[in-house]
């Protein structure tokens, strides 16, 4: 069983940054993505960001995209999720997750393992 710890988010105001961190147990896939995803009250699970653990291969959503950065530490099983620029809009529980093989996917019904969740909230 992979296990998946998350860091603390926190509260910032408009135009500010924070960083997540997500931390995986030992495990023994040679071929995964890793992702993170975040839920607003009210809405669903939406896709983020993710990483080819092994090529480095980034996606990032639209909305997100040259705001937030993710980013991995192999030496440290760690991935990050930097977040500039942040908006109101940008407030919810974020989750990482891990998904075996080397599709980053953006539907959240097809990763294996998650995080436990933390909360980013943007005031406005």
């Known amino acids: 069983q992979v296990q998946l710890i998350q860091s603390e988010g926190g509260l910032v105001q408009t135009g500010g940054s924070l960083r997540l961190s997500c931390t995986a147990s030992?495990?023994?896939?040679?071929?995964?993505?890793m992702g993170w995803f975040r839920q607003a009250p009210g809405k669903e699970r939406e896709f983020v960001a993710g990483?080819?653990?092994?090529?480095?291969?980034?996606k990032h959503e639209d909305t997100v995209r040259g705001r937030f950065a993710i980013s991995r530490d192999s030496a440290k099983n760690t991935m990050y999720l930097l977040m500039n620029s942040l908006k109101p809009e940008d407030t919810a529980i974020y989750y990482c997750?891990?998904?075996?093989?080397?599709?980053?996917?953006?539907?959240?019904?097809?990763?294996?393992?998650w995080g436990q969740g933390t909360q980013v909230t943007v005031s406005s």
């Open positions: 990483i080819n653990w092994s090529s480095g291969s980034t």
């Open positions: 997750a891990l998904r075996r093989g080397g599709v980053i996917s953006t539907q959240p019904t097809l990763y294996d393992y």
């Open positions: 030992v495990h023994t896939f040679s071929s995964y993505v």
